[in-house]
């Protein structure tokens, strides 16, 4: 089993930079998918970005140019590093795993972008 655990979510200002954390443990497999998906009151799911083994990356279009992926395979753990933060990027922040066995996810941490 695969245990995932967010961290560094909070308040921050419009245009202000928050730098999420998330750490793996348990059955990692070498060939995996990491990446961070949001989740907004009333909204579906949608991607923020994920990274592969070999550093592969792929955005979501709504933060392209503002957020940056990355992750260390010896410590098992991606981070997110957001800027430029708008009021739409207020979500919670789900870290994910994908490897052939399944999708596993953390509990998330809240993002909020207000004044």
């Known amino acids: 089993q695969v245990h995932l655990v967010e961290s560094g979510g909070g308040l921050v200002q419009p245009g202000g930079s928050l730098r999420l954390s998330c750490a793996a443990s348990g059955s990692i497999t070498f060939f995996s998918i990491m990446g961070w998906y949001r989740q907004a009151p009333g909204k579906e799911r949608e991607l923020v970005a994920t990274i592969g083994s070999g550093g592969r990356i792929n955005y979501g279009d709504p933060v392209k140019g503002r957020f940056t992926i990355s992750r260390d395979n010896t410590k098992n753990t991606v981070d997110l590093q957001m800027n430029s933060l708008k009021p739409e990027d207020t979500a919670v922040y789900y870290c994910?795993?994908?490897?052939?066995?399944?999708?596993?996810w953390g509990k998330g941490t809240l993002v909020t972008v207000s004044s």
């Open positions: 994910n795993i994908k490897d052939f066995r399944g999708n596993y």
